[in-house]
T-cell receptor
Framework: AQSVTQPDIHITVSEGASLELRCNYS??????LFWYVQSPGQGLQLLLK??????LVQGIKGFEAEFKRSQSSFNLRKPSVHWSDAAEYFC???????????FGKGTRLLVKP | KAGVTQTPRYLIKTRGQQVTLSCSPI?????VSWYQQTPGQGLQFLFE???????NKGNFPGRFSGRQFSNSRSEMNVSTLELGDSALYLC??????????????FGPGTRLTVT
């Protein structure tokens, strides 16, 4: 069965430090991959997506993610974190058959001043 | 373009009651999906509607139902509410929804509390 794993429930980084959030997926074919961010009390905002082609994708707010087929990973990175990046981040796989997303459990990012 | 809107934003109901939530997708989008978000289970897919037809359904009991109107607006209904139905219900729209590759745009959610 398809699945998405975000190994880190919480991550704390200092403002200005680099960030990497991990995402591993299990899917038979090349998946459609997404990262979303959710601020408290808000819906989800799309950060970036990978469908095909270049395995390094750029998103909004200075985020990027790299698709690594050999590792079944799609990790999210940012070179310098800002306090406003504190939120919960979700990795998701879009299934090719039908239309539904499978979300990871999320990683809550805390930013220290 | 206006984003996805959901009404009401907050709702408090009593066990055994029923509730209807509404979602208006982005103009021109024909696919609407519903998700339940809870601290324990995370984001779980409820169902997806495309052009007024339910196309996919998640693993939820029959108490959860939905429909989509000709203008693509969607409603979700939960009957015989249980305490465990307390959650944030998110609606998402996409332009085609034909394959998993279509990105979804989410509304702010409806926070349902069952007492």
């Amino acid at each position: 069965a398809q699945s998405v794993t975000q190994p880190d429930i919480h991550i704390t980084v200092s403002e200005g430090a680099s960030l990497e959030l991990r995402c591993n997926y299990s899917y038979g074919a090349t998946p459609y991959l997404f990262w979303y961010v959710q601020s408290p009390g808000q819906g989800l905002q799309l950060l970036l997506k990978y469908f095909s082609g270049d395995t390094l994708v750029q998103g909004i707010k200075g985020f990027e993610a790299e698709f690594k087929r050999s590792q079944s990973s799609f990790n999210l990175r940012k070179p310098s974190v800002h306090w406003s990046d504190a939120a919960e981040y979700f990795c998701a796989v879009g299934q090719g058959q039908g239309f539904s997303f499978i979300f990871g459990k999320g990683t809550r990012l805390l930013v220290k001043p | 373009k206006a984003g996805v809107t959901q009404t009401p934003r907050y709702l408090i109901k009593t066990r055994g009651q029923q509730v209807t939530l509404s979602c208006s997708p982005i103009s021109g989008h024909r696919s609407v999906s519903w998700y339940q978000q809870t601290p324990g289970q995370g984001l779980q897919f409820l169902f997806e509607y495309f052009s007024e037809t339910q196309r996919n359904k998640g693993n939820f009991p029959g108490r959860f139902s939905g429909r989509q109107f000709s203008n693509s607006r969607s409603e979700m209904n939960v009957s015989t509410l249980e305490l465990g139905d307390s959650a944030l219900y998110l609606c998402a729209s996409s332009s085609h929804g034909v394959a998993g590759g279509q990105e979804q745009y989410f509304g702010p959610g409806t926070r349902l509390t069952v007492t």
